[in-house]
């Protein structure tokens, strides 16, 4: 069974920064794609940014892009999801989850295992 365990999560004022990371249980880490998403309150859950299994590609969100940057170390098991220039529409839970083979980056149905998230919060 794989787990998935976000932390660096916490409250920051606008104009902020925040590292992110999740560290994966297992041996097979470095074999599959790895995702962010994002849910806030009333909302449903959102792709954030993905990264394949090799760190050579990366895909993000158009709310994102430019402030967040996602990257991993398959020798730690560990992806990151650097955050910056933090915005108060930036407030959710944010969760890791790994792609299945062949399944679509951008959709949480093609993710199938999902850490317990970590809360982001964005003051004005």
């Known amino acids: 069974q794989v787990q998935l365990v976000e932390s660096g999560g916490g409250l920051v004022q606008a104009g902020a920064s925040l590292r992110l990371s999740c560290v994966a249980s297992?041996?097979?880490?470095?074999?599959?794609?790895m995702g962010w998403f994002r849910q806030a309150p009333g909302k449903e859950r959102e792709f954030v940014a993905a990264i394949t299994w090799s760190g050579s590609s990366t895909y993000y969100a158009d709310s994102v892009k430019g402030r967040f940057t996602i990257s991993r170390d398959n020798a730690k098991n560990t992806v990151f999801l650097q955050m910056n220039s933090l915005e108060p529409e930036d407030t959710a839970v944010y969760y890791c989850a790994r792609k299945f083979p062949g399944g679509n980056y951008y959709y949480t149905k093609d993710y199938n295992y999902w850490g317990q998230g970590t809360q982001v919060t964005v003051s004005s």
């Open positions: 297992g041996r097979t880490f470095s074999n599959y794609a």
